[in-house]
C-alpha cells in the first residue's frame, strides 16, 4: 500500500539552526499537510498546500516556517531558526484531490531541539 | 475555531470488553475521522465517516454520528491490548473539508 515517507526520522539541533524536514506524499495525492505533536501534547495543524501555494496555515506557522515543493515527489518544511518550543514530533500528511477524502500520515520525524 | 473533543481523556479496561470514545465539535461538518497513535508513532486512519452517514463498521470498530448533537463515537468491541494506544478524532475546520484538526485524544489502556 502506498504510504508516505518521512526524513529524518530524528534530528537534534542546536538552537537557532536552520532545520528542513523532508516528506515523499502519495504520488497521485494533490494535497499536503504538515502537523506537529509536543510531546504528551494533541496533533497540532501547522500547514496545508495543495497547487503549489500555501491554502491554510494556523497561528503557529509564523514567518520561522515556510514549505515547499521543490520538485514533482518532496514536501518539505522548514524553520529557520529553530527555538526550544520547536522540539516536537512533525508529521506530514497527504491526500487526494476530492474533498472529505481519507488523509494519510507518514511515520513523523522527532525534532529535537538543544 | 472547529475542533473536535474526545472523552474521556484516559480510559482502562480489561481484554475483552468494549471501549467506547467519544468526540464533540463546534459547527457543521461533511465528514469526520478517526485515528490511532501508538506511543511515539505515526497517526493511521480508523475510519472516516460523512455527515449523511450515521453508523459505519470496520472490523470490531463501529463509529457513530449525531450530526444534530455534533457528536461522534468510536466504539471498539472485544479489545485486545494491541489496542492500546492513543485515538483521535479529526475534524474540518473548513466548510470545504479540506484541512482538519485533532482533538487532544482518548488514551486507551486495555489490560491483558
Known amino acids: 500500500e502506498p504510504e508516505v515517507t518521512q526524513t529524518p526520522s530524528h534530528q537534534v539541533t542546536q538552537m537557532g539552526q536552520e532545520v528542513i524536514l523532508r516528506c515523499v506524499p502519495i504520488s497521485n495525492h494533490l494535497y499536503f499537510y504538515w502537523y506537529r505533536q509536543i510531546l504528551g501534547q494533541k496533533v497540532e495543524f501547522l500547514v496545508s498546500f495543495y497547487n503549489n501555494e500555501i491554502s491554510e496555515k494556523s497561528e503557529i506557522f509564523d514567518d520561522q516556517f515556510s514549505v515547499e515543493r521543490p520538485d514533482g515527489s518532496n514536501f518539505t518544511l522548514k524553520i529557520r531558526s529553530t527555538k526550544l518550543e520547536d522540539s516536537a514530533m512533525y508529521f506530514c500528511a497527504s491526500r487526494t484531490g476530492f474533498s472529505g477524502n481519507t488523509i494519510y500520515f507518514g511515520e513523523g520525524s522527532w525534532l529535537t531541539v538543544v | 475555531s472547529q475542533q473536535g473533543e474526545e472523552d474521556p481523556q484516559a480510559l482502562s479496561i480489561q481484554e475483552g470488553e468494549n471501549a467506547t470514545m467519544n468526540c464533540s465539535y463546534k459547527?457543521?461538518?461533511?465528514?469526520l475521522q478517526w485515528y490511532r497513535q501508538n506511543s511515539g508513532r505515526g497517526l493511521v486512519h480508523l475510519i472516516l465517516?460523512?455527515?449523511?452517514?450515521r453508523e459505519k463498521h470496520s472490523g470490531r470498530l463501529r463509529v457513530t454520528l449525531d450530526t444534530s448533537k455534533k457528536s461522534s463515537s468510536l466504539l471498539i468491541t472485544a479489545s485486545r491490548a494491541a489496542d492500546t494506544a492513543s485515538y483521535f478524532c479529526a475534524t474540518p475546520i473548513d466548510n470545504y473539508g479540506q484541512n482538519f484538526v485533532f482533538g487532544p485524544g482518548t488514551r486507551l489502556s486495555v489490560l491483558p
Open positions: 465517516i460523512r455527515s449523511n452517514e
Open positions: 459547527t457543521s461538518i461533511n465528514n
